[in-house]
């Protein structure tokens, strides 16, 4: 019988404070930065679900709803919501904490998918999820939605990247 993992298991919390390097010159964080810490944190939770190497297969789109400012604390917390044969999709929070008033606001929300693969890169099964928690129902039945607009996205895109050369651009 397939292995089965409780959401729980692959919780990610990362907090940092934001630094003068990490601001583009409106004084906030680079959306960047951001994008590149919310792959990590996904990257981390998937592992911890599947216990197996794991690769981006796609970012849902990411909507920048509040600026994080130089000196805020940028939290994020992540977790598997939803597993296929060998992918897992994950679901990111950012909060941008204020520390010296305790005003915290969700900046961001994001859903990666993630897929285990072997020693040659091939996609391998992982155990299944079982959500738990009122939020984490919600997240893994609204899931199988997302899924097939994913599927479409990426059928769109192999058909319009076929369509593209690969040409350097100044021949
Ligand atoms: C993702 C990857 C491993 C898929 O390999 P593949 O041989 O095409 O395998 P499949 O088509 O069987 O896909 C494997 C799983 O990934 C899912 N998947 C693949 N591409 C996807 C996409 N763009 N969006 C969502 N899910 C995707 C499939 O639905 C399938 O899920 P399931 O096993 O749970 O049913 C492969 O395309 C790859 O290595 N891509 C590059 C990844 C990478 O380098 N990421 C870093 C970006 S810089």
Redesign the pocket.
Known sequence: MRETKFCKESYVVKTSIVQPPDTNSHGTLFGGKLMAYIDDIAGIAAMRHARKAV????TDSVDFLHPIYEGNAVCLEAFVTYT????MEVFVKVIAEGLLTGERNVCALSFL?M?A?DEE???IEIPAVVPVTDEEKSLYESAKDRAQI??KR?KDSEERAKSFGSELPWN
């Open positions: 690769v981006t297969a796609s296929g044969r060998s992918s998918t897929v693969v890169g091939k996609p994913r599927k990426r």
